[in-house]
């Protein structure tokens, strides 16, 4: 039945809104995709060049750019040139000769009346060294002859022919700078192979360094002193003066079977065979280098007393050391001063060596008016024989010069009456000072002048040859050296 209207009904109506909601909506999508798109394609579109116009453009400035410090421009380096080799040590020894301890000298130095004297601590020999004290002192390294023993106060104590001296002798050697005592001589075995063994021992004990002797066998037969950086080997060798080959005898005194090969020695004869000496010493000097040495000093005892002269057999010896490559050759024995030569190897023309055949006594008391063998006054008269050394920048070593200052023994009466003996230095360039110096008369002084003149007669020649070479040498070495780096 067809629906009856009601005029109370009327049919219900859309609204305009709920109509275009979900258009309005799809449009907002779309714009906000269009919008994105259009901000993408803006971002990545290169833009448009500005628009030309007749106004000047204006220019903003740029913020500066910071300056780089300013740099000096580098100049080319150059290295300074190599310096010339040069001295960079030098090394004196200073030797002298003859500790010949008459029973006068100690008993002089005696403490207490002589026929007391045995005790350990009643000697002092300070005296004899007082006015030399201040050369031996202050050189770099200093060595005397010890020409006696030291058996110690068992055995009278006793001058010539069976020498035995208190040991304080060598604390007034110690005192006064002695750095080494020679122990090998013709006196050596005076108190048998028992003085032989006390004398090192004791010397040894007190500190200073011994050559010429040994306690045994086993020992090294030379000494490798470092003298401001420069190794100086040395040795020291005495005469031995038996004819039998079996033998060592000095001054004719056999040696202890015991005592065999612990005093450096060679025959004093000729005619007995000097060749194990020379292939011994050789072997030395050999062993010596290897372990460093770089110069050789050789001591000998030898030659004849109260000769001022070297025998012909000394010089013999000496060229034959010479040759073997010896750079410096000391001699004692003889009591006396002899010459300084200057000596040029056979076999090296290029070597040379100083040969000084007898320093002299340093002490005793051969006085002239009591030796008829040499009332010359010779026997009075000693030495200080300085050696100097050098080494170059390079490591090589060379003998640079010697020098001679000459010693005499001053025997007097001291304010106290008692006899003294002083070795007084005579150094010519204070001669005007040797009175107030040494506290001497006019008379005393006349006798040092003396003493001084006899010296330099038997050396001067000698010393001017060798010097005027050395310096001579050292020139030409220097001048090679600045040519190699010129």
Not at 257 to 263: Q, R
Request: charged content about 25%; some cysteine.
């Amino acid at each position: 039945m067809p629906r009856r209207e009601n005029p109370q009904y009327r049919p219900r109506r859309r609204s305009k809104a709920n109509t275009w909601l979900p258009w309005i909506i799809a449009a907002l999508i779309a714009g906000s995709i269009g919008m994105i798109y259009l901000s993408i394609h803006l971002a990545f579109k290169p833009s448009a060049p500005a628009p030309q116009t007749n106004r000047p453009s204006v220019v903003q400035p740029e913020d500066p750019k910071p300056e780089k410090p300013h740099k000096p421009k580098k100049e080319k380096e150059t290295q300074p040139p190599p310096a010339p080799e040069h001295v960079v040590s030098t090394a004196t020894i200073s030797a002298t000769g003859d500790l010949l301890m008459h029973s006068t000298i100690f008993a002089a130095n005696a403490a207490v009346k002589p026929e007391c004297y045995r005790g350990e601590n009643d000697y002092n020999f300070d005296s004899i060294f007082k006015f030399v004290k201040d050369y031996t002192s202050t050189v770099d390294y200093a060595i005397a002859n010890l020409e006696t023993t030291l058996y110690g106060p068992k055995k009278p104590y006793s001058g010539n022919p069976k020498f035995n001296t208190p040991d304080q002798i060598v604390d007034g050697a110690k005192n006064a700078g002695f750095d080494m005592l020679l122990t090998a001589n013709n006196h050596c075995n005076d108190t048998d192979l028992q003085g032989i063994l006390r004398t090192l021992e004791v010397v040894r004990e007190k500190g200073l360094a011994t050559l010429g002797t040994n306690l045994t066998n086993e020992e090294d037969k030379y000494q490798i002193v470092d003298v401001n950086g420069i190794q100086i080997g040395m040795l020291c060798y005495t005469y031995e003066d038996s004819r039998d080959p079996r033998l060592e005898t000095f001054n004719y005194n056999p040696l202890a079977s015991a005592g065999k090969g612990l005093v450096c020695a060679f025959p004093k004869f000729p005619d007995k065979s000097r060749e194990p000496f020379y292939q011994g010493l050789e072997a030395q000097m050999k062993e010596m280098k290897e372990k460093g040495a770089e110069a050789i000093v050789l001591f000998l005892h030898w030659g004849e007393e109260y000769h001022l002269e070297p025998t012909p057999d000394q010089k013999s010896m000496a060229q034959k050391l010479c040759d073997m490559g010896v750079d410096v050759i000391v001699g004692g024995h003889p009591h006396v001063i002899q010459p300084i030569e200057l000596l040029t190897s056979s076999t090296n023309p290029d070597h040379k060596t100083v040969c000084l055949y007898s320093m002299g006594n340093a002490v005793s008391n051969q006085r002239r008016d009591k030796i008829s063998s040499c009332p010359t006054g010779h026997t009075e008269d000693g030495m200080l024989f300085n050696i100097t050394f050098e080494k170059y920048s390079d490591g090589t070593v060379y003998l640079a010069g010697v020098d001679v200052i000459p010693t005499w023994v001053d025997m007097h009466n001291n304010e106290e009456g008692k006899r003294e003996y002083n070795i007084l230095p005579l150094e010519d360039a204070r001669r005007d000072q040797w009175q107030t110096m040494f506290s001497i008369g006019e008379s005393t002084y006349q006798s040092a002048v003396s003493s001084y003149d006899r010296t330099m007669e038997l050396v001067g020649a000698g010393l001017e040859a060798s010097n005027n070479y050395l310096a001579q040498m050292k020139q030409q070495r220097d001048a090679d050296y600045l040519a190699a780096v010129s």
